[in-house]
């Protein structure tokens, strides 16, 4: 079954300062897409990437740069020059094409950028 | 980009009453709609996967009697939570797929908030 690591719980940082987001997962597939997705206190989720699984170019939106890591299984999330406006929840998510698509989520980590 | 929305999107009940929320894709047609559970700080949780004109498929440990899921069309599924108790009191969350031949254009809907008292 797939499955998604996210192993920090918190993370804390001060304005400007730079924050990765680490995630890791696990799949038996070969075609897969990989999520990131930013909850914040409303709890409406915000889409922020895709990723399938034949793409591994890194990419950068602005503030945000995603590194793609089949080899060991990481999908990490940079934030750089963090603002208040980042505080949130973020999750990364996968899922397979073979499950019909459905999503499986990691725990969540809560980043809190303070002024 | 494709809208999903939910009614309502708070509700405060009382044990053992039923409720309804609803999912509907507004602007596109939906095969495939997911049914997600979120418990304060936690991950959200795949409750079922709610296919249009089928059973739903539910995940393992979530009782179908009691969160009873309709999908009668390409625009709407229903999740009722039936005998409600304080323990169902969550976040429920439902996205759609917008087009099965289209992996992965998953839309989430903004959330119900959920009281049982």
């Known amino acids: 079954a797939q499955k998604v690591t996210q192993a920090q719980t918190e993370i804390s940082v001060v304005e400007k300062e730079d924050v990765t987001l680490d995630c890791v997962y696990e799949t038996r597939d070969t075609t897969y897409y990989l999520f990131w997705y930013k909850q914040p206190p409303s709890g409406e989720l915000v889409f922020l990437i895709r990723r399938n699984s034949f793409d591994e170019q890194n990419e950068i939106s602005g503030r945000y740069s995603w590194n793609f890591q089949k080899s060991t299984s990481s999908f990490n999330f940079t934030i750089t020059a963090s603002q208040v406006v980042d505080s949130a929840v973020y999750f990364c998510a996968l899922s397979e094409l073979k499950n019909n698509n459905d999503m499986r989520f990691g725990a969540g980590t809560r980043l809190t950028v303070k002024p | 980009g494709a809208v999903v929305s939910q009614h309502p999107s708070r509700v405060i009940c009382k044990s053992g009453t039923s409720v309804k929320i609803e999912c509907r894709s507004l602007?596109?047609?939906?095969?495939?709609m997911f049914w997600y559970r979120q418990f304060p700080k936690q991950s959200l949780m795949l409750m079922a996967t709610s296919n249009e004109g089928s059973k739903a498929t539910y995940e393992q440990g979530v009782e179908k009697d009691k969160f009873l899921i309709n999908h009668a069309s390409l625009t709407l599924s229903t999740l009722t939570v039936t005998s409600a108790h304080p323990e169902d009191s969550s976040f429920y969350i439902c996205?759609?797929?917008?087009?099965?031949?289209?992996?992965?254009?998953?839309?989430f809907g903004p959330g119900t908030r959920l009281t049982v008292l």
């Open positions: 602007d596109f047609q939906a095969t495939t």
């Open positions: 996205s759609a797929d917008r087009d099965r031949s289209s992996y992965n254009e998953q839309f």
